[in-house]
């Protein structure tokens, strides 16, 4: 999956491509308040990196695309409401951008932020 050839080239899109898709499809969400990392691991890997598509894994198996995204929501809202906002809103512009078919997203939401009163 993501290779692709053409009588010119072939063409190979990879992983963190699509993550950064994904990361940016996210944070336009309604609801979300950031990414989380997988684990202590990556979290100390994107602090060190500053990767933009921390808290997102994608996986080719064949022709699928799968993507893991782990976020934090805001305290109050539908956490059901808002990890299907995240999952649409993640395939439809996947699926927008490189006219691929996207398997499956699994939104994992990691924590709660209630917002300070200003």
């Known amino acids: 999956m993501g290779d692709e ?3 010119l080239g072939g063409i190979h899109i990879s992983p963190t491509a699509v993550a950064t898709i994904a ?3 996210v944070l336009e969400s309604y609801g979300v308040v950031g ?3 997988k684990n202590l691991a990556d979290g100390i890997v994107s602090t060190i990196t500053r990767e933009p ?3 997102i894994t994608v996986r080719y198996k064949g022709d699928d695309i799968d993507i893991d995204i782990n976020i934090i929501i ?3 809202t539908r956490v059901n409401s808002v990890a299907q906002s995240v999952a649409n809103t ?3 512009h996947v699926e927008k951008a490189l006219g691929l078919r996207v398997n499956s997203v699994n939104v994992h939401v990691t924590g709660l932020r209630i917002s300070s009163a200003s």
């Open 5 to 7: 050839t053409t009588t």
């Open 23 to 25: 990361y940016h499809a």
């Open 35 to 37: 990414l989380a990392p």
């Open 53 to 55: 598509s921390r808290g």
């Open 74 to 76: 805001e305290f109050g």
């Open 90 to 92: 993640v395939r439809f």
